[in-house]
């Protein structure tokens, strides 16, 4: 959103208000919310995420309310962003969270088995997360694990051997191999074939 003039004085106190720009091209915000950069007081960046009426709908403004409980309840495990900041501005439901430096994994072509290698290692750590405490979602099986949702490779960010992971609004308890069939699907899309037994040898080195 980018005006500053509604934000409640909560966002104001951590963002500079003049100073953002598009945290990536709207087009990529499936649900026509918008995402975008923002430099905070404290230093580095931020991203500020809307949905709502003006902004996406009703389907928008779930998601950034959905990945706000989200993020609140992983406290920075497993790659995901510290949650810095959720609310309302106008019509639109908000959060805000510490921008991850790095690129995403589909952006590093130039290193396709450090990329590949990363999103294996951090997706073994989201499901290793407890799902005993998790709330969102119950055990149907005995199998079934914390996982994310949507692990394409443009929600993993890689800071040479540091792995972020974004866009958290499905996490949920369920079966691993959602997790791994969206992996491998975006592998093979974005580094092709052979890729793909790659990721799935390096996720399962240590299963």
């Not at 960046?45 to 959905?66: I, P």
């Amino acid at each position: 959103m980018r005006t500053s003039e509604h934000w409640p004085s909560e966002l104001r106190a951590l963002v500079v208000p003049q100073e953002f720009a598009p945290a990536r091209p709207i087009a990529d915000s499936r649900l026509g919310n918008s995402i975008d950069r923002v430099r905070l007081r404290t230093g580095g960046f931020g991203v500020l995420k809307c949905g709502g009426e003006s902004l996406g709908g009703d389907e928008a403004k779930a998601d950034v309310l959905a990945e706000a409980d989200r993020l609140a309840w992983l406290n920075g495990l497993a790659g995901a962003p510290r949650l810095l900041w959720d609310g309302v501005i106008g019509d639109c439901a908000a959060s805000l969270v510490a921008e991850h430096s790095g690129r995403a994994a589909h952006e590093c072509s130039d290193d396709s088995e450090h990329a590949i290698e990363s999103a294996a290692r951090a997706l073994r750590v989201v499901h290793a997360l407890p799902v005993s405490t998790c709330p969102f979602g119950a055990r149907s099986a005995a199998t079934d694990v914390v996982i994310h949702g949507d692990y394409a490779l443009p929600n993993v960010i890689i800071d040479r051997d540091t792995v972020g992971v974004v866009d958290w609004s499905l996490l949920r308890i369920g079966d691993p191999n959602e997790d791994i069939d969206d992996a491998e699907r975006s592998i093979r899309r974005n580094f092709g074939e052979r890729w793909r037994a790659h990721f799935r040898d390096a996720f399962e080195e240590r299963n």
